[in-house]
């Protein structure tokens, strides 16, 4: 599943090939917009809400997707051989005389009217990377229910949105908890909304979701994906457990304090 500053670098390259172009083809290859014809419109653009995508076209019409595990978009010029995988596998087409964007796998392909599209994204909690971004209301919203666990609290999309596991998990070790310790119990819980809009803002147009400042290939993380290595800080070997509906969380057993599966 993409991190939300994957999402923002993707809304920022459909924006750039595509805003502004008349679409010459348009297919929705899902059940309930296979009808649909946007062929003729304008993009008006396309913007990030969290891990959603809102394209935006003349005549007050949104296209919602979202990639969740496995889905994807990909650009290609006039000409280009499509490579995203099998043909049976686009949902979504949008050409214009420059640029075609094609989205492989897509769970979610949604036409909307732009007026309600809160019907789509209108659950999610305040965006870290969005221009309303409220850390207030985030810090409301994941202290009302006090004894969940961090790493999950974070993960949910109603709390705030555009956290995925690489930086719940990061983010666990940076405040010095485990994931696994109760939204309740950290130190200092505006440090780590801010934190958060740091590194997402300061990924948002780079690959690799680096936490550490360092963007060396295997240095770009504190504990994330580091099974069986020492900790960079303190030398202890890395733990490795699941959290979140089955996710893979990784921590160092002495910098970081709280609950944590016993093996
Ligand atoms: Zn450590």
Redesign the pocket.
């Known amino acids: 599943m993409p991190e939300g500053d994957t999402i923002y670098h993707l809304a920022h390259r459909l924006d750039q090939a595509l805003t502004g172009q008349v679409l010459t083809a348009a297919e929705l290859r899902v059940p309930a917009h296979a009808t649909a014809d946007l062929t003729g419109r304008r993009v008006l653009g396309t913007v990030p809400r969290g891990k959603h995508l809102l394209t935006r076209f003349e005549g007050g019409v949104t296209l919602h997707t979202h990639l969740r595990m496995d889905g994807r978009w990909e650009l290609f010029r006039p000409g280009e051989r499509w490579r995203g995988g099998p043909a049976f596998q686009v949902r979504a087409l949008l050409g214009t005389e420059r640029a075609t964007a094609v989205g492989y796998r897509l769970p979610v392909v949604q036409l909307l009217r732009t007026a309600e599209e809160h019907r789509a994204v209108g659950h999610l909690g305040p965006d870290l990377l969005g221009p309303g971004w409220d850390a207030a209301e985030a810090r409301r919203r994941l202290l009302a229910a006090p004894q969940r666990p961090i790493g999950s609290a974070l993960l949910d999309q109603r709390n705030l949105a555009g956290i995925g596991n690489v930086y719940a998990v990061e983010l666990s070790f940076l405040a010095g908890v485990t994931p696994w310790t109760p939204v309740a119990d950290l130190p200092d819980l505006d440090r780590l909304l801010e934190r958060a809009r740091q590194l997402l803002e300061a990924n948002r147009l780079r690959p690799g979701h680096i936490t550490t400042g360092d963007t060396r290939p295997g240095c770009g993380h504190w504990v994330y994906g580091r099974t069986r290595r020492d900790?960079v800080?303190?030398?202890?070997p890395i733990r490795t457990a699941r959290h979140d509906q089955g996710r893979v969380a990784h921590w160092?057993p002495?910098?970081q304090r709280g609950p944590a599966p016993t093996e």
């Open positions: 900790c800080r303190c030398g202890t160092c002495r910098c």
